[in-house]
């Protein structure tokens, strides 16, 4: 156990927002955990061209403008998607908007893509060295834009020449008007704009293309997402964002705080999502499952659901920056113990069962 995972009690006694400060400027001056250890080699896969050691990753929102990936790297994770990142500086939403729900281990944020702008992530990311780990850059459109098409585009012309891939979040429900987006039509004419530009600024193929969707969807507007997904060449899927769904099982006091819903009550729904997904893509996407994964049961699921990667936010907020290593021991151990000797054995093999669920 580290110094880190140690303090983590008494970050909870600050008020959410000053401990992720802290947490983010920490591992930013390189002063967090650092793993040493080797990942087993059944988690290993190669996605996109791209090698994961193993497949749990840190989610997006957390490293908001590109301050402290490298620390996150140096804690084991599978990799790191930095941002939302929008083309100019935003302060987001007047505070307080992040919100712990202890008894439900969960979290409401409503930060609204308070992040330092393009500029600032594009220097921070510039000299990466890109032999220290994965490293995607998450896209999104600034509040008060003419035209949301236009910031995504720009996100893309500006970040994929650094990115390993890119992400394009069309699911944060506190940008008002941004899961619009997710609409047949719109999505359709952003997703070929922005993968045009993609060709445009990047040598040979360029960093694949992810969609990051919400898991507040029907499932006619699922399907019609993944089919125009595939139609325009993006290159995978992120299930999901955060819900604004309040399931009656919310016990905390701030349960009704309006925002996105992250951690374990997001769990089954965005499995759920997850499952459908997989089903609908019929192996023409990979997939990364994320919502309410806080140990290797959880992750492992995600994988049985459809997912070749998992991410996770909220339990660290919970459980610290060990999790990682934790999740990913737990995960070979499942494997094996099922008689599976690669992860992509493990892909969807409960995916009909939980997309009838
Ligand atoms: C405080 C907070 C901020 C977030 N900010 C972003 C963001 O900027 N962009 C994004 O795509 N997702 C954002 N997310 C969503 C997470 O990436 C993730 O999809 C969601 O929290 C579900 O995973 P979890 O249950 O493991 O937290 C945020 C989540 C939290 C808790």
């Known amino acids: 156990m580290s110094l880190f995972d140690l303090a983590m009690p008494a970050m909870r006694c600050l008020d959410p927002e000053t401990a992720h400060r802290i947490t983010v400027r920490t591992l930013g001056a390189g002063l967090g955990p650092v793993d040493h250890s080797t990942a087993p080699s059944a988690l290993r896969q190669r996605i996109w061209g791209l090698d994961f050691a193993h497949p749990v990753c840190m989610a997006a929102g957390f490293d908001k403008s590109a301050e402290c990936w490298r620390g996150l790297q140096r804690l084991g994770v599978g990799a790191v998607e930095v941002g939302t990142v929008t083309p100019r500086p935003q302060a987001g939403n007047p505070r307080p908007r992040l919100f712990r729900l202890p008894d439900d281990r969960a979290v409401i944020n409503r930060n609204g893509f308070n992040n330092a702008g393009l500029d600032v992530a594009k220097a921070r990311l510039m000299n990466r060295d890109r032999r220290t780990g994965i490293v995607g850059i998450n896209i999104g459109a600034n509040k008060d834009t003419a035209d949301p098409v236009d910031d995504y585009v720009m996100g893309m012309r500006q970040l994929a020449p650094l990115a390993d891939y890119v992400t394009i979040n069309v699911s944060s429900p506190n940008t008002p008007g941004l899961r619009d987006l997710q609409g047949e039509g719109p999505l359709g004419r952003l997703l070929t704009a922005a993968l045009q530009v993609r060709t445009e600024v990047c040598r040979e193929a360029g960093p694949p293309v992810l969609l990051k969707i919400a898991p507040d969807l029907a499932d006619g507007q699922l399907q019609a997402i993944v089919e125009t997904a595939v139609a325009c060449g993006v290159d995978g899927l992120i299930v999901s964002n955060t819900t ?10 701030s349960r009704s705080e309006p925002g996105g819903l992250s951690g374990r009550p997001l769990f089954s729904p965005s499995t759920r999502v997850l499952a459908r997904a997989f089903r609908v893509a019929a192996g023409r996407l990979p997939l990364v499952g994320v919502g309410g994964i806080e140990d290797g049961a959880t992750a492992y699921a995600k994988i049985r659901a459809g997912a070749r990667l998992v991410q996770l936010y909220t339990a660290l907020v919970y459980k610290g920056p060990g999790l990682f290593r934790r999740i990913r021991d737990d995960l ?19 995916a009909d069962r939980l997309a009838d669920g």
Request: aromatic content about 0%; overall charge negative; hydrophobic content about 45%.
């Open 244 to 253: 604004i769904a309040r399931p009656d099982s919310l016990q905390s006091r």
């Open 332 to 350: 070979a151990a499942r494997l094996a113990a099922d008689g599976l000797t690669r992860i992509e054995d493990a892909v969807g093999l409960d």
